[in-house]
């Protein structure tokens, strides 16, 4: 046995314990929040940026693990939010009922995305960016046209007896467990066998056909899922802000929102998203509280922060520090450590020399 195998045990698992506590504390950060921070333009922050975890989330299911970047995500958000608004409409449903509509939410969401991935996964990832585009636009239109949805005035969400204190505090909740749920399928998807297919697609889509993978199916199958997590959470976002119109519903900075998030983080990563969603959501809300960056002020700075995201931090913040760490971790340290055996010494031939090897 070497004694290098038995010095590294103990460190892997103090590494293990220390991300197993990280986790903990975050959790029980995330639990506590509106409980620590009752003011409710405080827990509107987390609220909404619980919500952009959870897309940014969805999103990188898909398009983190393909190579396939998106940029119709919004078509899912919308598509959630408009139907759970038609169906409480139109089958009258009142109050706490309306959560019961989340499932069709995502169902809805995971209709849309077959049809639509039909479409758009046929092409390669360029062609793919400039079709997203096209299908969001047409959906966009359909909400402005539409007798069903209301056009341009759009629809509003039945009313909800909570009272004001508790109103953020419970959306809060409701946001944080689709949050955490998005995360956990995330790590699910990305440690099976379909999350390794997904990432050699992604590597080299040619290869990752000749040795077998179905692209195609694989493909929209992290479609469909990231689909249906979005429409959730938008179902989510349009009871919680009571109103959803075409601008709101289907916005353009919706998608690259998410984008940004994801470069921030991490791209394809797990944790990434969930970062830079917590970095970028409650910025840009302060940006649009501030009257120095009214307007498309704020739009531009968030611009700016994706164009040095690119330039100076394009692998994102997850990865890049986890490589720092590695490289002082092992400063100084030989590349490849000798192997040390355990055991008495081999025994010399005479007429050997120790040192040289040679013949005395």
């Given at each position: 046995?070497?004694?290098?195998?038995?010095?590294?045990?103990?460190?892997?698992?103090?590494?293990?314990?220390?991300?197993?506590?990280?986790?903990?504390?975050?959790?029980?950060?995330?639990?506590?929040?509106?409980?620590?921070?009752?003011n409710?333009?405080?827990?509107?922050?987390?609220?909404?940026?619980?919500?952009?975890?959870?897309?940014?989330?969805?999103?990188?299911?898909?398009?983190?693990?393909?190579?396939?970047?998106?940029?119709?995500?919004?078509?899912?958000?919308?598509?959630?939010?408009?139907?759970?608004?038609?169906?409480?409409?139109?089958?009258?449903?009142?109050?706490?009922?309306?959560?019961?509509?989340?499932?069709?939410?995502?169902?809805v969401?995971?209709?849309?995305?077959?049809?639509?991935?039909?479409?758009?996964?046929?092409?390669?990832?360029?062609?793919?960016?400039?079709?997203?585009?096209?299908?969001?636009?047409?959906?966009?239109?359909?909400?402005?046209?539409?007798?069903?949805?209301?056009?341009?005035?759009?629809?509003?969400?039945?009313?909800?007896?909570?009272?004001?204190?508790s109103?953020?505090r419970?959306?809060?909740y409701?946001?944080?467990?689709?949050?955490?749920?998005?995360?956990?399928?995330?790590?699910?998807?990305?440690?099976?066998?379909f999350?390794?297919?997904?990432?050699a697609?992604?590597?080299?889509?040619?290869?990752?056909?000749?040795?077998?993978?179905?692209?195609?199916?694989?493909?929209?199958?992290?479609?469909?899922?990231?689909g249906?997590?979005?429409?959730?959470?938008?179902?989510?976002?349009?009871?919680?802000?009571?109103?959803?119109?075409?601008?709101?519903?289907?916005?353009?900075?919706?998608?690259?929102?998410?984008?940004l998030?994801v470069?921030?983080?991490?791209?394809?990563?797990?944790?990434?998203?969930?970062?830079?969603?917590?970095?970028?959501?409650?910025?840009?809300?302060?940006?649009?509280?501030?009257?120095?960056?009214?307007?498309?002020?704020?739009?531009?700075?968030?611009?700016?922060?994706?164009?040095?995201?690119?330039?100076?931090?394009?692998?994102?913040?997850?990865?890049?520090?986890?490589?720092?760490?590695?490289?002082?971790?092992?400063?100084?340290?030989?590349?490849?450590?000798?192997?040390?055996?355990?055991?008495?010494?081999?025994?010399?031939?005479?007429?050997?020399?120790?040192?040289?090897?040679?013949?005395?």
């Amino acid at each position: 046995m070497s004694l290098e195998a038995g010095k590294k045990a103990p460190a892997v698992s103090a590494g293990s314990a220390g991300r197993g506590g990280g986790l903990v504390l975050l959790a029980a950060l995330a639990v506590l929040f509106p409980i620590i921070f009752s003011n409710p333009s405080v827990t509107n922050y987390g609220v909404l940026t619980m919500i952009f975890v959870t897309a940014a989330t969805g999103w990188n299911i898909f398009s983190g693990n393909s190579g396939y970047i998106s940029l119709g995500q919004a078509v899912f958000y919308g598509s959630g939010a408009y139907a759970m608004g038609i169906a409480a409409r139109d089958w009258h449903i009142q109050g706490t009922g309306v959560f019961a509509l989340l499932p069709l939410s995502g169902a809805v969401g995971a209709l849309i995305a077959v049809p639509f991935g039909l479409v758009a996964l046929r092409v390669r990832r360029h062609t793919f960016i400039v079709i997203t585009l096209a299908i969001f636009f047409i959906f966009q239109l359909m909400a402005f046209n539409l007798w069903f949805t209301g056009g341009s005035s759009g629809l509003g969400s039945p009313f909800l007896s909570w009272s004001p204190v508790s109103y953020n505090r419970s959306f809060y909740y409701i946001a944080l467990a689709f949050a955490a749920g998005s995360v956990l399928v995330a790590w699910a998807v990305r440690r099976s066998r379909f999350g390794l297919q997904l990432r050699a697609i992604r590597d080299d889509e040619e290869r990752a056909r000749g040795l077998g993978v179905k692209a195609m199916r694989v493909k929209l199958g992290a479609f469909t899922i990231s689909g249906a997590i979005t429409a959730m959470i938008g179902a989510v976002w349009f009871y919680y802000l009571n109103q959803v119109e075409p601008q709101t519903g289907f916005n353009p900075l919706f998608d690259l929102s998410l984008v940004l998030m994801v470069f921030l983080g991490g791209y394809g990563s797990v944790s990434g998203p969930v970062l830079g969603a917590l970095i970028i959501e409650p910025l840009t809300l302060w940006l649009n509280t501030q009257p120095a960056f009214s307007g498309s002020v704020s739009e531009i700075v968030l611009g700016a922060i994706f164009l040095l995201v690119v330039l100076f931090l394009p692998r994102g913040i997850i990865p890049t520090g986890g490589e720092l760490i590695t490289k002082i971790r092992t400063r100084g340290k030989p590349a490849v450590i000798p192997a040390t055996t355990v055991g008495p010494p081999s025994p010399v031939s005479p007429g050997r020399s120790v040192s040289s090897g040679g013949t005395l």
